[in-house]
């Protein structure tokens, strides 16, 4: 895993930014208005993290998938830990979707929010599934 860092002084004020880079793992700087889209293959995922969002921000998130997807928004990269390893993690109630392939909700935050895109390979489902993602501060 390879770690990157950037600082930006303005004025009196210093802001840190950490992020690290992996392929399932997308840091977004841009947390007011971002959009993506991509492929994620059967049983796989692609996690996005916004790590300086403000404390009890309100987020707009829409997914569109040519394959059903388990879409969770969590409130700690930690949780995503959990969650890739199997176990059992805590995400933002009614803030998720499964088996779905269009999928909109309006959540509030804390300062940290992540979304988790899974490809589950159950119910008859499977192969790479296109998608894609916007968010919306509002």
Known sequence: MK??????????????????????VT??????????????????????????????????LEVNSSSPLNIYL???EKQYHLFSKGESFNYFQGCQGSDTKFFTTTCNV??????????????????TAQFSIKIKEI
């Open 110 to 127: 804390g300062n940290y929010i992540g979304i988790i895109l899974e490809n589950p390979t159950y119910h008859g489902h499977g192969g």
């Open 27 to 60: 840091a977004l700087l841009d947390k007011t208005n971002y959009k993506d889209n991509g492929i994620i293959s059967a049983n796989a995922t692609k996690y996005y993290s916004f790590t300086e969002g403000k404390y009890g921000a309100k987020y707009y």
């Open 3 to 24: 770690w990157f860092y950037g600082l930006v002084a303005v004025g009196a004020a210093l802001t840190i930014l950490l992020f690290f880079a992996s392929p399932d």
């Open 74 to 76: 969590i409130p700690s």
